[in-house]
């Protein structure tokens, strides 16, 4: 299947037969992008390699779902969530994502996430809660422009 098309400001389905892995190290930038996340987010996988994870934040995100993210990695170990992500030319994808922590002897080394499809309600829920989450924190909702594609 090919991800890889232009998609500009549109939604690409993430497939239910593939898992979608990326690695980061422990200040988030990635160190490990599988083919299947790199072709959904519009990359090469060697163009995410070495980039921080936040290449692929999604405007419409609130700022507390990655405070959340980051605290509950430093007291629980793990968070799992619900996640729009942003591609290279401005499309976009929907995934639950689960991120832990990788060990090589007993040390916390890495952050792994594994990511899955999500449902279309779940979608519709999400987008309307972020939004609603934004408006009250006074963060801009929809700061994508919607002027023609120039380049
Ligand atoms: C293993 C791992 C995977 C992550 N995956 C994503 C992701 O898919 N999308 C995303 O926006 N942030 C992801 N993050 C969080 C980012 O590192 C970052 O905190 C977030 O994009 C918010 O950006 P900011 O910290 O610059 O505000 C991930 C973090 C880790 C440790």
């Known amino acids: 299947m090919?991800?890889?098309?232009?998609?500009?400001?549109?939604e690409t389905i993430v497939p239910k037969n593939e898992l979608i892995v990326s690695r980061t190290d422990l200040k988030g930038t990635?160190?490990?992008?599988n083919?299947?996340?790199a072709s959904i987010s519009g990359y090469e996988v060697d163009e995410l390699i070495g980039k921080t994870h936040n290449?692929?934040?999604?405007p419409d995100?609130?700022?507390?779902v990655f405070k959340e993210l980051w605290s509950s990695l430093e007291t629980k170990g793990r968070w799992s969530g619900f996640v729009k992500n942003i591609r290279k030319d401005f499309g976009f994808y929907w995934v639950y994502a689960e991120v832990s922590g990788v060990y090589k002897d007993d040390q916390l080394v890495e952050y792994k996430s594994i990511r899955t499809p999500i449902s279309f309600n779940d979608k519709m829920y999400y987008q309307e809660k972020y939004d609603e989450m934004k408006n009250k924190e006074g963060e801009l909702v929809r700061k994508i422009s919607y002027e023609p594609y120039t380049s």
Do not use: D, G, W
């Open 2 to 10: 090919e991800y890889n098309q232009s998609s500009f400001l549109c």
């Open 30 to 33: 990635i160190t490990y992008a």
């Open 35 to 37: 083919e299947t996340f």
């Open 55 to 58: 290449c692929v934040r999604h």
């Open 61 to 64: 995100m609130p700022k507390a």
